[in-house]
């Protein structure tokens, strides 16, 4: 199964912009008349016939709605300090997205090297693995705020981990989305530092503000892996219910 | 802290090639009679003091072994088909090390579209992540194999998981590591298969060995992606003992 990406409009009517016509038409070769699987990122999958194709664009009739395609049942955002490397945060935007992410949110510490990144290149190959790994829900990926500004806009009741490689008592990633308590459990934010770890600063408000400070455990990883450990850590503590 | 890679002789001298030399001395500006950390590989981190550095390498004066150094609390083996693209089998091998893996096992299955990988290129990456990562012990980059081979090969008091996406029951991967039963789960080995999946003889061949039949959840994941969240599941179900 293959899954393109359009625009859904009123009347049921799918529309699917030039790249994505001619990866149709002349990659995968579908002709009028067929049924192709598309997603407009908002979760469902539209099972629609392909009318017509041209060099600006493709039309499709919706046949048929499937909500909560490729979905999990929590809502993760991943809030990740840019890394020195553009690709390797591309490599982790990638990752959690096939892995199950609802928000990549980029964010600035104290202590980051690299303060600015492409949020549209971001976005693309965000799209493409969600595609890729048939998910209905393209990911969004937010506009880079600081670590404080995060720290504050997070909601109070949402499952809060900052994770960090200073001294103090930290919690298990495993256990601390396990622990009892009043957060939220199915709305989890975690948050990873950039290379040179979060400011005393940074540390003190998310104490102040109650977040968990969580442990990846004793290997020492680089910020895109911790944050690909963190998103296998929680996808693995929760399956989707069995049907 | 940085780690060096070199040779140890019997008389107590470490010795560091050309390469490794240049980047202590001309990179990171290390003079004689300074102390460096330097690996061997086969897991323990020698304090040294070193002495000379020329064009040719240079030698340093074992002052302290510590053993074990960034070690992990089990053996893992990762068995993994080589990727279409070769750079994404660079990255799984990179992240696995980070995390902690003892061998990568490239192993070539009946619907392998890649059948060859570059051995040497891969146990660089290995290196230079096992040195950024602080890890004594550096993961060997096995020969290729058929997936035959490797599923006949493994020891079978070993904890033995083939993850295929294929019908049939498999137990959550997460279940699979603490399962009760004979196994020796400090010993794990995981297959991971190509696109295409593993053909009907392997899988039957796998069943016919003991093979455990394991599940990574319901996330369509890519080969490399599945591999670093099988790893990241042993390594979050094998926390260091606490001192």
């Known amino acids: 199964m293959e899954l393109f990406y359009g625009t859904l409009s009123g009347e049921g009517l799918m529309t699917l912009d030039s790249e994505e016509a001619s990866h149709c038409t002349r990659v995968m070769r579908h002709r009028a008349g067929e049924s192709i699987n598309v997603i407009d990122g908002s979760g469902t999958m539209y099972v629609c016939e392909l009318l017509e194709a041209g060099p600006k664009g493709a039309g499709a009739k919706?046949?048929?709605?499937?909500?909560?395609?490729?979905?999990?049942?929590?809502?993760?955002?991943?809030?990740?300090?840019?890394?020195?490397?553009?690709?390797?945060?591309?490599?982790?935007?990638?990752?959690?997205?096939?892995?199950?992410?609802?928000?990549?949110?980029p964010v600035i510490g104290d202590r980051s090297e690299r303060r600015v990144l492409k949020t549209a290149r971001l976005e693309r190959i965000v799209l493409s693995a969600a595609k890729q790994s048939l998910k209905g829900a393209v990911p969004r990926v937010l506009e880079p705020v600081s670590v404080s500004e995060l720290l504050q806009g997070a909601p109070a009741e949402a499952l809060r981990l900052i994770c960090h490689c200073a001294e103090g008592k930290r919690v298990g990633i495993a256990e601390a989305l396990e622990m009892p308590g009043p957060a939220d459990k199915r709305n989890i934010f975690i948050l990873i530092g950039p290379e040179g770890d979060f400011s005393d600063k940074e540390l003190e408000l998310a104490e102040r503000l109650g977040w968990i400070p969580a442990s990846l455990g004793d290997s020492r990883l680089r910020t895109e892996t911790a944050a690909v450990v963190a998103a296998a850590a929680v996808y693995l503590k929760n399956p989707e219910e069995p049907v």
């Open 62 to 105: 919706v046949l048929e709605a499937v909500p909560g395609f490729g979905s999990h049942p929590y809502r993760l955002t991943m809030a990740v300090c840019p890394t020195k490397n553009p690709d390797r945060y591309e490599w982790f935007a990638e990752k959690v997205t096939e892995i199950g992410v609802d928000d990549i949110a």
